[in-house]
């Protein structure tokens, strides 16, 4: 059974800095493509940001430059550094692990497991 808990949720002002931990438990293949998706009250489900089993990484237009992605296999962590938040960034974050090889999408084809989600508030 795997299991997904994300972590570093909570309050920020406009211009600050927080990180999110994905710890996975459980039987992961470490070539997974694994990431991040928010959603914000009244929006869709955005993907944000993505780290495939290569290395190679993908960003929402809207956090690039800002956010970094990483993960330790090792640990078997995802993490998720954001830095100048936004009131914008304002959402509950999913880590998400892809399918088999499938990369993740923004549409969320092909997760095949999901966090229960992190609450992120930036403050003006």
């Known amino acids: 059974q795997v299991q997904l808990v994300e972590s570093g949720g909570g309050l920020v002002q406009a211009g600050g800095s927080l990180r999110l931990s994905c710890a996975v438990s459980g039987s992961i293949v470490s070539n997974k493509s694994m990431g991040w998706y928010r959603q914000a009250p009244g929006k869709q489900r955005e993907l944000v940001a993505a780290?495939?089993?290569?290395?190679?990484?993908n960003y929402a237009d809207s956090v690039k430059g800002r956010f970094t992605i990483s993960r330790d296999n090792a640990e078997s962590t995802v993490s998720l550094q954001m830095n100048s938040l936004k009131t914008e960034d304002m959402a509950v974050y999913y880590c998400?692990?892809?399918?088999?090889?499938?990369?993740?999408?923004?549409?969320?084809?092909?997760?095949?497991?999901w966090g229960k989600g992190t609450l992120v508030t930036v403050s003006s």
């Open positions: 998400a692990i892809a399918r088999g090889l499938l990369l993740l999408k923004p549409s969320g084809y092909g997760v095949e497991y």
């Open positions: 780290i495939h089993g290569d290395g190679s990484t």
